[in-house]
């Protein structure tokens, strides 16, 4: 599959439960071990501006997003800015809604972070961001509440 850019920020990949959740698992103990031993090998890239100068750039290891690009990238390839774009919205979206996405029955609070029934995670691996906003002049593509919670019901069989 050739990589498209817009395809990533708009998440018309979908991903599957199976690795999604462990990626989200993996995520949830990153978040809990200390940064002392995180991989903090230095990594970075470089790309053309406008103007075909090249640029390079590092990234800071001590973002756990960043953190998040390395793992995939080593386990996806090319398919990685795919799962992390949807893995970071996955969490964004559980973070911004876990109260209630509680209080809907389709997931509870862990010490380790917000766990989504299989449902709740099904919906969230599948559908497009349908959510447009725009933060600092720049264009975020996110998933919309009402779609996932109807999609989220329609796979439990509920029409609620």
């Known amino acids: 599959m050739d990589f498209s850019m817009r395809d990533a920020m708009k998440g018309t990949v979908a991903w599957s439960v199976g690795e999604c959740t462990e990626a989200l698992k993996w995520y949830y103990q990153l978040l809990q071990t200390p940064k002392d031993d995180w991989d903090l090998t230095p990594r970075g890239g470089a790309i053309k501006d406008k103007t075909g100068r090249i640029c390079q750039f590092n990234l800071n290891m ?8 390395k793992h995939l ?3 996806y390839g090319n398919m990685a800015a795919y799962h992390s774009s949807r893995l970071q919205n996955i969490v964004d979206f559980l973070r911004d809604y876990s109260q209630k996405l509680e209080a809907e029955e389709l997931g509870k609070q862990t010490d380790s972070g917000f766990e989504p029934c299989k449902e709740l ?3 969230l691996c599948r559908l497009p961001y349908s959510k447009r906003e725009i933060v600092n002049d720049q264009m975020y593509h996110r998933f919309k509440y009402k779609e996932v919670i109807a999609k989220a019901r329609e796979l439990l069989g509920e029409d609620k």
């Open 62 to 69: 001590l973002n756990p997003k960043n953190q998040i690009s």
């Open 73 to 75: 990238s080593e386990r």
């Open 121 to 123: 995670m099904e919906a």
